[in-house]
C-alpha cells in the first residue's frame, strides 16, 4: 500500500486494490484459453481499473453511448462491444465503430442498417430456465426464436451488416457448473441456426453474470473449469463478466459518527451511506465489513449511513465489538455495481475519496 496516495484521515474513502486485480484478471485470463473476455463496464467503468484491466482482456463491453465515450477516452486502443437495449440512433452511429454490435430488436436492426457496414451479433431471449439465477434477463431483453428469424430475413437485404453469431446473457449469479450447462443449451440451439444463415466461423457471446457471493467471500467462481468447459464448444466463444473480475478489489472505508439504542436496538451510525454504496441495498444482503481500529466482545447492531431514510442500512443485526465515534469501519466487496449505481446526490453529503492501491 502506497502511504503517500492514501490518507486514511479522510473518510468515507473508496480504496481500489489496482494490484490484487491484476493478479485476479491474469488468473482469469490464463483460465479461459481460447475464450474471448471483455469486461464489462457497467460493473466499474473507473478509469484506472479500465487502465489495469485493458492489457488483460480482449476488450470492453459497453452499454450506452456515454460508456463507448468514456471507455474510447481512456483505452483509445481497446476493442469495445457494444449491447443494452433502447439504443438511439446516436449510439448506432457511434456502435458502428464497435467490434460487434449485439443488436437486440428487428426494429433495431432496421434501424442501423442504413447507417452503413456494421459487425452484429444477435441477441438471443431463448426459453432455457435457470432455477437458480440471482437475476434472470428475461423480458425486454434480446429476441425469441420468430424475433430472431426476422431479423435473418432483414440481413438478406442487408449486405452491409455482417451477422457474426449470437449473443445470450440470461441469467446472473450462477456458479460454473450452471452457467457451462447454460452455455451448452445456447450452442445446442444457436448453432444450427447460424449454419442455417450461412454464417462461417460462429460466435456465441455468452454474457457475464458469474456469481459472486457476498456472505461467503471465499466461495470464488470456478474460471478454471469455465473456461476448460468452453473450449469443447465448437465455436468462436466469448463472454463479458463484470461483477466476478471486480467486486473483490473495492472497499469503502468510514468512521463511525454515533451509536445509540433506541427500542433496544443498538445502530452504528456511520459516515456517508448506501448513497455512495448502495450495494446492499439492491442485493437485499448485509455488506460484508471489517472493524479497523477496535476488538472485543460482539454484540449485535445495525450499521447505517447519514441518509434520512429507514432504507440507509448496511448491515443489519451483525456482530460487531464495542464501537465508539471514530472507529474506524471498511465494507469489502466494493468493486463492482457500488459507487457507479448509488444515488450520490441525495442530501448532498461529501463524496467520498478514491484511492487506489498499485
Ligand atoms: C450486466 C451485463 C453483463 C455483466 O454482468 P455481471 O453480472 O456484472 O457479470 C454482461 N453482459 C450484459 C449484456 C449485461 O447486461
Redesign the pocket.
Known sequence: MNEHAIDLNSYPAYIYDLAGLEDHIAVIRASLRSTDLFY?A??NPDAEILRTLAPHVDGI?V?SGGELNHVRKTLPKTPTVF??PGKTNEELALARRASRI?VESPSELARLAPLGSADVLL?ANLPLRTPNAA?T?SGP?GMDEDALNECAFLLTDHPQITLHGI?A?LA??LDAPAMLKLAYRIAEWALPWLKAQGVDNPELNL????A?DYLRPHNRFDWESYGAGLSLIPAKTRI??????TAYHGWYVTDVLDVKTTHGETYIILRGGTHHLRTPVTKGHNQPFKVLTTSGPESPATLVGQLCTPKDVFARDVLVPPLTPGDVIAFTMAG??AWNISHHDFLMHPKPAFHYIR
Not at 463479458?240 to 473480475?245: K, N, Q
Open positions: 464489462a457497467k460493473a463491453e452499454s449491447g443494452g449485439h441477441r437475476l434477463m431483453f449473443h446473457h446472473s449469479g454474457g457475464g453474470g458469474m459472486v463479458e463478466p463484470g461483477r466476478a473480475i463492482a455495481y
